[in-house]
């Protein structure tokens, strides 16, 4: 049976540097010192954490290296990450497990680690960069004032024990039988219940593996929780909010950001998409000039410009699959919208993914001549392979040939095409807290195994920094085509390729590809 | 001194020490060195002192075996000029010490102070396995051995306590500790000690406690017993996790079930069982 040193292994910080150092809290008097936690050595990532605030991770930057699109420099990623009180219930009995420093028993730090390729069946291949795990034990405190029930740290003691939680699928131990004479005292020890609750806060430099087809460069980010009980849990609910500035301080190519010139609108916007799952629908075909990647072929729902309190089921196990919702693409040879029914994976909820972003706009000599707003020039949503001061979130995608795009089945992570990348008893729902932070919410009401770890967010983010030149020239080449009645500029423009994929131009009204959800049929 | 504590024939103890000790110095001056040790104990031990009084009311017992969990670990590291010597062990026990001679000389004044001592080298030791290591890093490359030893942990002291008018509990990290509980620590600015010393004119029959290394008591828990009559009675533990039953002679008392009606308790689960055997007890 597991202690504590075993059990954090399965960690990714542990997993890609298991000789992390890392400093105590909470201990009980005596116990052995621990090596400080290393503060890392400057990456590409960089973040604020206060272990007096220990479920807050503040001003996370991204040193983003120079590119044919933008200048080196440090955009702002999140203003702040919260990871908010966990809601677990025992018996009937609810509980809350408060992520303070109370309960904060470890501490590490890393700014290097690998997971190499094969080593491990929860974590995708990664270099880190900056990181940090942290660690909380919770337990019932069974000397609290009668008919009460409180928390209290788990005893470093107990935690370095070989039974400090059981092994997944072991049978309860036999109740003893406990008989006495009269020269003799029967001691019986109560076990109380314990939540063994980490918070990992991985950065990991950059790679080509979180998009089909492995064309754009994201570096991950994964700020997830892992959650062990040494009893059956009944029910779970966790919340982690991401939140982004309301302002992009992205700087373009030669000029300063916001004036006039500029290629974005700096204000940070967030938009939901589905993806289609429509087998003729190959991500592989997106880089060839004969098929750009046009919002109605590739998606099959959307919503841009996300208000506070909008909210949505994002997957659940209660979701059935099959036909679903009926979507409505353009039809530009016949000029009008087609209704399609999609065919939905068990599990898929009502969308894939969540983008937090500025828009882009339309070269100025382009809205000079076309000044209408109904032609939303200067409020252009990148998508897809969006590389400008993106944060991406993606709990599915459709069903592609790559396994780290494969979702959850009973077993783990990565093992089937287009299923939701959360655990398949999870019920998630994701709620915009302004128009640049989002709540990203989850729920069970499975009886939770004890000794066996729930993952909250395992599927992480990620940060647009880069794509291979030879594809966007690719990309590109396939929306010059259609820009083609737009003046020569357009033509060249970034910001004009991703509102061509979104928009067809007929007369001077901008007609979405794909109508967004809500919207009323023409 | 009269004291009504010379006409007490038998004390009957339940004893819980959590002793704890960390060091970390320079036990070489003249060198780069550091020594550092480290050890966390917990003992543990129900036995039956009786009365041979003297000038003072003094109980004995010459046959008391502790049980202890605890780990070590020791470290001495020592730099010279390129090169630096690592050497350590590290062990994790649990067990049962040989048996030992347990004191409690009271001393009826004003101050009411007692000592209790477990002579140091007449028993309570335990076998057990240290891991050791040592280690050579010099410009040309690190060399590591690595084994397992027999080794033997003891514990021993001399504590000064204070003891209740009658029979009652002394809370032990109010005591004054005279050697310093286990072998190679120091007394002065060393151990901690925690626990208790429940001197109770009977045992209890059940004792609750948590599965932590200070097994600190579970009171006003209720359970249900079979007694030697038949009948299952409902107890409560007092404030110290005791249940005393006046029981007779013979017969075999069953602790069936803790009763999960009521907060905190009912969110635990039964653990380890174990017995105190008073052997002696008359």
Not at chain 1, 267 to 284: C, R
Request: with cysteine.
């Amino acid at each position: 049976m597991p202690n504590l040193e075993t059990l954090l292994k399965d960690t990714l910080l542990l997993t890609a540097a298991p000789d992390a150092p890392w400093k105590s809290y909470g201990a009980s008097p005596g116990a052995m010192e621990a090596a400080a936690a290393d503060p890392g050595t400057p990456g590409r990532w960089n973040w604020s954490h206060d272990v007096r605030k220990p479920g807050r991770v503040s001003g996370v930057t991204y040193h983003l290296p120079r590119t044919p699109w933008y200048v080196e420099q440090t955009p702002t990623v999140l203003e702040e990450l919260l990871w908010h009180p966990i809601e677990v219930g025992y018996r009937g009995l609810p509980l809350t497990l408060e992520l303070t420093k109370k309960f904060l028993v470890r501490k590490y730090e890393t700014s290097s680690g690998t997971v190499a390729k094969g080593q491990s069946a929860y974590w995708l291949p990664a270099e880190l960069d900056r990181s940090m795990l942290l660690v909380f034990g919770f337990q019932l405190n069974l000397r609290a004032k009668s008919k009460t029930f409180s928390l209290e740290p788990i005893p470093l003691d107990v935690m370095e024990r070989d039974d400090f939680m059981p092994r997944p699928g072991a049978k309860p131990p036999k109740a003893p039988v406990m008989k006495v004479t009269r020269t003799e005292t029967g001691t019986l020890q109560l076990v109380p219940l314990r939540v063994l609750v980490c918070a990992e806060f991985v950065c990991c430099q950059d790679r080509n593996d979180y998009v089909p087809g492995a064309q754009a460069r994201t570096s991950r980010l994964r700020p997830h929780l892992m959650l062990m009980s040494n009893r059956p849990l009944e029910k779970l609910a966790a919340k982690i909010s991401v939140r982004r500035p309301s302002m992009s301080t992205m700087a373009h190519e030669g000029g300063p950001p916001a004036d006039d010139q500029d290629g974005m609108s700096h204000g940070m916007a967030a938009g939901m998409w589905s993806d289609s799952n429509s087998s003729e629908v190959a991500w592989e075909k997106l880089f060839t000039a004969s098929i750009p990647p046009v919002w109605s072929s590739i998606f099959s729902r959307v919503k841009t410009n996300l208000p506070a309190g909008a909210g949505y089921l994002m997957a659940s196990p209660d979701a059935p699959g099959g036909p679903g919702f009926l979507s409505h693409r353009w039809n530009d040879v016949a000029g009008r919208y087609e209704q399609h029914q999609e065919e939905l994976m068990p599990r898929q909820g009502y969308f894939d993914n969540i983008h937090v972003a500025p828009p882009m706009r339309a070269p100025k000599s382009v809205r000079d001549v076309y000044p209408n707003a109904e032609l939303h020039l200067d409020d252009i949503t990148m998508a897809p392979f969006c590389i400008h001061d993106c944060l991406h979130l993606h709990w599915r995608w459709l069903p592609a040939k790559e396994k780290y795009l494969h979702g959850w089945d009973e077993k783990g992570p990565y093992a089937v095409p287009g299923a939701p990348h959360i655990p398949v008893h999870q019920h998630l729902r994701v709620e915009m807290e302004s128009p640049h932070a989002y709540a990203y919410c989850v729920r069970s009401d499975q009886v939770l195994e004890p000794g066996r770890w729930e993952y909250i967010l395992h599927e992480g983010l990620a940060y647009g920094t880069n794509a291979g030149h030879e594809a966007m020239a690719r990309l590109l080449m396939g929306g010059r085509a259609l820009l083609a009645p737009w003046p020569s500029e357009a033509q060249a423009s970034w910001a004009m390729f991703y509102w061509v994929l979104r928009y067809s131009r007929t007369r001077d009204l901008a007609v979405a590809r794909l109508l967004e959800d809500g919207a009323p049929v023409p | 001194m009269p004291s009504p504590w010379f006409d007490v024939p038998f004390l009957f103890c339940r004893l819980r020490i959590v002793a704890s000790y960390t060091v970390r110095k320079n036990t070489m001056p003249s060198y780069d060195s550091l020594t550092t040790r480290d050890v966390e104990v917990a003992v543990s031990g129900a036995f039956r002192l009786q009365a041979a009084h003297g000038l003072q009311p003094y109980f004995r017992n010459e046959q008391v075996s502790l049980r202890v969990r605890g780990r070590t670990r020791g470290e001495f590291v020592l730099i010279e000029r390129d090169t630096k010597v690592t050497k350590g062990a590290t062990a994790k026990f649990a067990g049962t010490t040989t048996a030992g001679l347990v004191t409690l000389t009271l001393h009826p004044d004003d101050k009411n102070e007692a000592q209790m001592e477990l002579p140091s080298g007449q028993g309570f030791t335990l076998p057990i396995k240290s891991h050791v290591w040592e280690t050579l890093s010099y410009p040309g490359g690190t060399r590591t051995t690595r084994g397992t030893v027999d080794d033997e942990f003891s514990i021993g002291d001399f504590l000064t306590l204070t003891f209740p008018e009658k029979p009652g509990e002394v809370r032990l990290d109010k005591a004054k500790a005279l050697t310093g509980f286990f072998p190679e620590c120091e007394t002065e600015g060393g151990v901690r000690l925690t626990g208790l010393l429940r001197l109770t004119a009977d045992i209890p029959a059940f004792h609750l406690a948590d599965d932590t290394l200070d097994a600190n008591p579970i009171p006003h828990c209720r359970v249900r017993v079979l007694c030697p009559d038949g009948v299952e009675r409902e107890y409560e533990s007092d404030d110290a996790g005791d249940i005393f039953i006046p029981r007779a002679d013979k017969g075999v008392y069953t602790l069936v079930e803790v009763l999960h009606d009521r907060a905190p308790q009912s969110a635990a689960v039964p653990g380890a069982w174990s017995v105190d055997v008073i052997p002696d007890m008359a």
